[in-house]
């Protein structure tokens, strides 16, 4: 999978405030991401992250 | 024989076992996502997606097909060349697989003395003759083995049957990951091949096609065609019968995995003033917290649809009043 962008979203609700997922761009379409580890889009972007192709950027 | 020891029999010989196919959606009956697709991943049939790597010229479209030609079967799932790929280099790969889930293989005993032999069999049809490549991969530990098949006579349906060694060495985690992708190449470059694994053995590039000489020219011929259906991995040394499901069962099995929820609007509770709260439960817990969609909202721009989410709701959190979402869908697959 090409994943063209990654930032945080911040969880909506969260006191103090958390990440709750990431906005990220697949092949072309934005999906946003759940953080489990066990969710295959997720399991990309860490593993993207890793390699060094991908930077998550911080959520606004 | 008496009626007792014919049962007996029949039990050793697995032909009675239920639940015996580790493959979900064998018979590509359920295709949440839709019928047609030009794009690779999981996009028509449940369960199975196309992948590939590296191409320059090659387009395609996957299709839930219609059979009329092959008895007890009413579906299948065929690839079909648009554009032809003009020649496999070294580091181009197309393949199409299902993964399966690792706490669901614990029974193949991988990494013991007890480890277990498992056999494929499936119906392929295809525009182009030829000896093709599959595999198992295992992820967990990185480890592989190939065979190949042989399609011997164009658009005819045929049963093939592939016997796998059992892996003693290679542990496949209990838990909700991969287990093992079965695979069927179409088309690979020498980078993917030369390495004939006929035993399990580490996971090497090389090793992803076996060693003989495999057609490509599903991926290299434009209208070429090759689609399969009735596809069964079993312990044992033997295919037995196809075993076939009830529509229920197998589309419960798919919705762990991916849920398209009913076409149309749902609405919110309101949370308090200005906050709702969209929950819809899967029909069966999911893999895993999964990713969801949606086509319309109220105030999209303030649409949560990851914070709240677990693998039993799925959660639209939106900062308005009477707040809806239209067409959700739920993607926890592997």
């Known amino acids: 999978m090409v994943i063209s962008s990654a930032k945080y979203i911040t969880h909506p609700l969260a006191s103090p405030p958390r990440n709750g997922g990431v906005k990220a761009t697949f092949d072309g379409v934005e999906l946003n991401v759940p953080l489990d580890p066990a969710n295959r889009h997720y399991a990309e972007i860490l593993r993207q992250v890793d390699a060094g192709e991908l930077t998550i950027a911080d959520a606004d | 024989m008496s009626k007792a020891a014919e049962l007996a029999a029949l ?136 065979s190949e098949y042989t399609i011997s006579s164009a658009n005819t349906w045929e049963r093939k049957e592939i016997t796998y060694p059992a892996d003693q060495t290679g542990v496949i985690d209990n838990n909700n990951g991969t287990g093992l992708y079965v695979t069927w190449i179409l088309a690979s470059g020498s980078n993917w091949k030369g390495n004939a694994a006929t035993a399990w053995e580490v996971y090497s590039t090389n090793n992803w096609s076996g060693a003989g000489t495999y057609t490509d020219a599903v991926v290299t011929t434009i209208n070429s065609t090759w689609e399969i259906t009735g596809v069964q991995l079993e312990i044992g040394e033997v295919a037995t019968a196809f075993e076939h499901e009830d529509f229920g069962t197998t589309l419960a099995k798919c919705q762990r995995y991916f849920v398209k929820f009913a076409t149309g609007d749902y609405y919110g509770n309101n949370y308090s003033t200005g906050h709702s709260f969209t929950n819809i439960d899967p029909p069966v817990p999911m893999r895993a917290t999964p990713t969801t969609t949606y086509s319309d909202a109220r105030s999209t721009s303030t649409t949560d649809n990851t914070s709240f989410n677990s693998a039993t709701r799925v959660s639209f959190y939106q900062q308005s009043q009477s707040a809806y979402i239209s067409n959700p869908t739920a993607d926890a697959e592997l």
Request: no cysteine.
């Open chain 2, 11 to 146: 039990i050793g010989s697995g032909q009675a076992q239920e639940n015996k196919n580790l493959l979900i959606n064998s018979a590509m009956r359920v295709a949440q996502r839709g019928t047609s697709s030009t794009a690779a991943s999981y996009k028509t049939v449940d369960r199975f997606f196309y992948s590939s790597a590296n191409l320059d010229n090659h387009a395609f479209t996957q299709t839930q097909q219609a059979v009329t030609d092959l008895a007890g079967f009413t579906n299948s799932w065929r690839i079909t060349t648009t554009t032809a790929e003009s020649a496999i280099a070294a580091d181009e790969l197309v393949y199409v697989a299902q993964k399966i889930e690792a706490q669901n293989l614990q029974k193949l005993a991988y990494g013991t003395s007890s480890a277990k032999r498992v056999t494929l069999s499936f119906y392929v049809k295809s525009s182009v003759t030829g000896t093709f490549s599959t595999n198992l991969y295992q992820t967990d530990d990185s480890r592989i083995v190939n």
